[in-house]
T-cell receptor, first 110, second 109 residues
Framework: QKEVEQDPGPLSVPEGAIVSLNCTYS??????FMWYRQYSRKGPELLMY????GNKEDGRFTAQVDKSSKYISLFIRDSQPSDSATYLC??????????FGGGTRVLVKP | DGGITQSPKYLFRKEGQNVTLSCEQN?????MYWYRQDPGQGLRLIYY???????QKGDIAEGYSVSREKKESFPLTVTSAQKNPTAFYLC????????FGQGTRLTVV
């Protein structure tokens, strides 16, 4: 079993819809949670970083962490075609090892 | 301006040759990482370093080697022992959040 599981998609939504992405993880030692956006043939770009349960909002993006269920989510409001990319969740314990999910490909259709 | 620079962007290697990928950062980060990404796949950890002159194997270290002689630099050598080296290689550095370079695409010809 992978330490971080993520549905590969693709997830196709119409422009303006809410995109809902999620990951589950198995290691209760994970304390830090990140979401990255990756365009084709580019390096991942950090979108959100959080270390506690609850919600964190930044513009159109909301990250949600539920440590009791080992479940993390990313919501993208008012989605745009430019949001079409692969979204990667990542976790880290108190140490330095970063563990990634497999990524979800998102397509926002005009 | 600050960031992580990976070079070259594209690299071609003949079978049986070693090749070294460069990663430089000017963010003053202690931790640095190397990941491999195959088409349609997530990131798999090759090696990471928490501090100068120290590094640890990740999940797929076989066929790879690294060094960390300077805080700013964390080069990755893909050796001839790596059986399937064709992939997209990503370097990252971290203070709290981790930031990535733009990657090196290695192709074995």
């Amino acid at each position: 079993q992978k330490e971080v599981e993520q549905d590969p998609g693709p997830l196709s939504v119409p422009e303006g819809a809410i995109v809902s992405l999620n990951c589950t993880y198995s290691n209760s030692a994970f304390q830090y949670f990140m979401w990255y956006r990756q365009y084709s043939r580019k390096g991942p770009e950090l979108l959100m970083y959080t270390y506690s349960s609850g919600n964190k909002e930044d513009g159109r993006f909301t990250a949600q962490v539920d440590k009791s269920s080992k479940y993390i989510s990313l919501f993208i409001r008012d989605s745009q075609p430019s949001d079409s990319a692969t979204y990667l969740c990542a976790t880290r314990s108190a140490g330095n090892k970063l563990t990634f999910g497999g990524g979800t490909r998102v397509l926002v259709k005009p | 301006d600050g960031g992580i620079t990976q070079s070259p962007k594209y690299l071609f290697r003949k079978e049986g040759q070693n090749v070294t990928l460069s990663c430089e950062q000017n963010l003053n980060h202690d931790a640095m990482y190397w990941y491999r990404q195959d088409p349609g796949q997530g990131l798999r950890l090759i090696y990471y370093s928490q501090i100068v002159n120290d590094f640890q194997k990740g999940d797929i270290a076989e066929g790879y080697s690294v060094s960390r002689e300077k805080k700013e630099s964390f080069p990755l050598t893909v050796t001839s022992a790596q059986k399937n080296p064709t992939a997209f290689y990503l370097c990252a550095s971290r203070n709290t959040e981790a930031f990535f370079g733009q990657g090196t695409r290695l192709t074995v010809v």
